[in-house]
């Protein structure tokens, strides 16, 4: 389960690379279509991991990996495990577009891992204890994911992505551009030397 695990971690935190660093979107539309996609992803698990959960608590099941139904209980773990990768992947994406000063940015991530450290803390304090059908981890997660969602709304929609680090790496791909185009250009006038040398050395052959 935690090697087959990972690779919805992986997939979860390449799809939304591929958002976040796209650059035919401005970095604002970027953070607001990541928004949007985070909280689309946590109904859509939250919401299954609910059913899976209510369907074992009339029913509690006994599985092992190669038992029928065992993949529908495992996709919960997969699904959240999604979720949550892709939500860490945005929110740290959204620091980094706070601020270009590494102090202030170690500081903001700083701040961010600490919130998580004490959420999972919580958690794991809940499920310490045995719950009927696991409802009250399962109902406070839910509550809290549904409280954080207009705040965090509520900060993307005033937030103004510091520019000065996206400009910065646009000039920096642009150097490398022109770069390339240099090498380009002086590998193509070194063969048209070359060729040129060459065809002296046949005109002096002939005469």
Do not use: C
């Not at 892709?86 to 891992?113: C, F, K, P």
């Amino acid at each position: 389960m935690g090697f087959v695990g990972n690779f919805g971690t992986l997939l979860s935190s390449q799809l939304i690379s591929l958002l976040l660093d796209y650059r035919g979107l401005a970095v604002k539309r970027r953070l607001v279509v990541g928004f949007w996609y985070v909280v689309a992803l946590h109904v859509l698990a939250w919401t299954y991991g609910w059913v899976i959960q209510e369907k074992y608590t009339r029913h509690p099941p006994a599985f092992d990996w190669a038992d029928e139904g065992f993949v529908r209980g495992f996709f919960v773990i997969i699904l959240w495990d999604f979720a949550r990768q892709a939500l860490q992947n945005w929110l740290y994406y959204l620091v980094s577009t706070m601020t270009d000063n590494i102090s202030e940015l170690a500081h903001l991530t700083g701040i961010l891992r600490g919130q998580e450290s004490f959420a999972q803390a919580v958690s794991f304090g809940l499920n310490t204890k045995e719950w009927k059908g696991g409802r009250v981890p399962l109902a406070v997660n839910t509550i809290l994911l549904g409280l954080s969602v207009l705040p965090t709304w509520l900060v993307v929609r005033s937030h103004e992505p510091d520019k000065r680090r996206d400009e910065q790496l646009v000039h920096e791909e642009e150097s490398r551009a022109d770069a390339n185009s240099d090498v380009e250009k002086a590998g193509h006038l070194s063969e048209t030397q070359a060729q040129g040398e060459k065809l002296a050395k046949v005109v002096e052959v002939m005469a």
